[in-house]
């Protein structure tokens, strides 16, 4: 049913805690390959400090911004790897949530893998959710992974 497989990550521990359960449903379910990404924002400082700075040092900011985020993604996919997973990497660039749903199009994406910290109520309102931004603007089925230890309670 799924062929491919985009888990994003941005560099937490919680995003994180979603690969293990790649790995189970990958295997599992056959799925062809996993990809995973990485998106890296534009320069953006507080007080528009980013203005003083010249575009060859924005652009030389950033580009170490995509080589470091390379390095990160490469170095989660290799567990992966040795467990007989097809991994892909991917940095991009720009808005995140634009960016994950413009791949998801662009490269034949069929189930996105994300955590979520399972805020409710004040704190999801203030704080906002990129899975929550990410599901309900996926073009495909999303599968939201709650990160153990957070904060989600069940009310009956």
């Not at 062929?3 to 990958?26: K, R, Y």
């Not at 949530?97 to 069929?110: A, G, K, P, R, S």
């Amino acid at each position: 049913m799924y062929q491919h497989v985009m888990i994003p990550l941005d560099g937490s521990e919680l995003a994180e805690c979603v690969l293990p359960h790649v790995e189970a449903i990958v295997t599992g379910c056959s799925i062809g390959r996993a990809t995973l990404v990485r998106v890296v924002t534009p320069l953006k400082l507080i007080g528009g400090v980013e203005s003083h700075i010249s575009p060859e040092e924005r652009h030389r900011l950033e580009e170490d911004s995509i080589a470091l985020a390379t390095g990160y993604l490469e170095e989660k996919a290799q567990p992966l790897r040795e467990r007989g997973v097809l991994v892909e990497c991917a940095v991009l660039f720009g808005s995140v949530i634009d960016q994950l749903v413009d791949y998801t199009i662009n490269h034949e994406v069929d189930l996105i893998i994300i955590a979520t910290h399972g805020r409710s109520g004040v704190s999801r309102l203030f704080l906002g959710s990129v899975a929550d931004r990410i599901l309900r603007a996926s073009p495909v089925p999303v599968l939201m992974v709650h990160a153990h230890g957070s904060e989600a309670k069940v009310t009956r």
